[in-house]
């Protein structure tokens, strides 16, 4: 319902009888979970032996 793009936040929560910042910070918490994790960087550590310092 919250998320509809048809009707506010603000909108919504007077519908439900409930303050329109709590419904805005559960509709935030709820679009973060919703996103997909951010890709890892995989980096290659190389050992330097003493051979190869200059």
């Known amino acids: 319902m919250a998320l509809r ?3 506010t936040t603000s ?3 007077r519908e439900l009888e409930m303050n329109p910042e709590r419904l805005r ?8 979970r919703q996103e997909p994790a951010p890709r ?3 980096f290659a550590v190389t ?3 003493p051979e190869r310092l200059p």
């Open 25 to 32: 910070g559960w509709v935030k918490k709820h679009q973060k």
């Open 5 to 7: 793009p048809n009707k």
């Open 11 to 13: 909108e919504v929560g």
């Open 47 to 49: 050992r330097i032996g």
């Open 40 to 42: 890892r960087q995989h």
